[in-house]
């Protein structure tokens, strides 16, 4: 077998923002690693679905094309 062909693989800390934290294997330079979403946060892993609404985008969608979808009641 040929020197030097395969990359360092070490172990990686990993950290989410919702503050769970785990190591696994990398070849990334990085041994501290920073995500946004883990399977503890994430909504499939979770069953719960979470709407993050920036800016109130869902309201304003609301109030401009709520009554669109609304059935009439007679």
């Known amino acids: 077998m040929k020197k030097d062909t395969h990359p360092d693989y070490h ?21 501290d ?5 883990c399977s503890e946060c994430h909504p499939f892993y979770t069953g719960k679905q979470k709407i ?15 009554n669109m979808f609304k059935r009439a009641t007679s």
Not at 11 to 24: E, I, P
Not at 56 to 64: A, C, H, I, L, S
């Open 52 to 66: 993050v609404d920036t800016a109130g985008r869902v309201d304003k969608f609301n109030q401009k094309y709520g």
């Open 11 to 31: 172990a990686v800390n990993v950290s989410c923002s919702c503050g769970n934290k785990f190591t696994t294997s990398s070849v990334m330079a990085k041994t």
């Open 33 to 37: 690693f920073t995500i946004e979403v």
